[in-house]
């Protein structure tokens, strides 16, 4: 069975600081990875995915993230924050192919502090 | 425009009593999603059907059920069965099979008195 851990649950940080948000996930065969961001009283909706080809994959926003397989990693990160960033976050994984099913981790509560 | 509707975007319903949640979508996408959102504990599969007429149980599916007898539509009946119905509840969609993403719907906040 597939799984995602985001480790972690609260971030509060100062405009103009670096974010990392870390996510592993959990699963044998060919995934694919995305950070969804849940700004307050919107809908969830994607920030970026990774399905192939390079590791760092760049999203809206100023967002990235880095695929990394021997660690089952997928962090999301952005060099410097806006009070505009304060939202939910969450990872997700689906497995390639097949019946595909789309995993979601507990999900990131981040607050910038203007 | 195309989208996912959920509807009602609240609704109350007394304990024992059945109720089902609407989600369409004109998306023209086979994969539909039902997620159960609380508060520190993120989003959790209840449903999901790759095609119509049929659907798999998530990781949270006791006291729900699921049709999918069109591809625009997959309602969710919260029974008197599910032991903690009140939450918020979000349906998805996406293209099945590949690299997709899901589309999300507004959500459902149902309270159950």
């Known amino acids: 069975a597939q799984s995602v851990s985001q480790h972690n649950h609260h971030v509060i940080l100062s405009e103009a600081a670096s974010l990392e948000l870390g996510c592993n996930y959990s699963?044998?065969?060919?995934?694919?990875l995305f950070w969804y961001v849940q700004y307050p009283g919107q809908h969830l909706q994607l920030l970026l995915k990774y399905f192939s080809g390079d590791p760092l994959v760049k999203g809206i926003k100023g967002f990235e993230a880095e695929f990394i397989k021997s660690k089952f990693s997928f962090n999301l990160r952005k060099p410097s924050v806006q009070w505009s960033d304060t939202a939910e976050y969450f990872c997700a994984v689906s497995n390639s192919g097949g019946y595909q099913k789309v995993t979601f981790g507990i999900g990131t509560k981040l607050q910038v502090i203007p | 425009d195309g989208g996912i509707t959920q509807s009602p975007k609240y609704l109350f319903r007394k304990e024992g009593q059945n109720v089902t949640l609407s989600c369409e979508q004109n998306l023209n996408h086979d994969a539909m999603y039902w997620y159960r959102q609380d508060p520190g504990q993120g989003l959790r599969l209840i449903y999901y059907?790759?095609?119509?007429?049929?659907?798999q149980k998530g990781d949270i599916a006791e006291g729900y059920s699921v049709s999918r007898e069109k591809k625009e539509s997959f309602p969710l009946t919260v029974t008197s069965a599910q032991k903690n119905p009140t939450a918020f509840y979000l349906c998805?969609?996406?293209?099945?099979?590949?690299?997709?993403?899901?589309?999300f719907g507004q959500g459902t906040r149902l309270t159950v008195v």
């Open positions: 998805a969609s996406s293209i099945a099979g590949g690299v997709t993403e899901a589309f």
């Open positions: 699963y044998g065969g060919t995934v694919n």
């Open positions: 059907s790759q095609i119509v007429n049929d659907f």
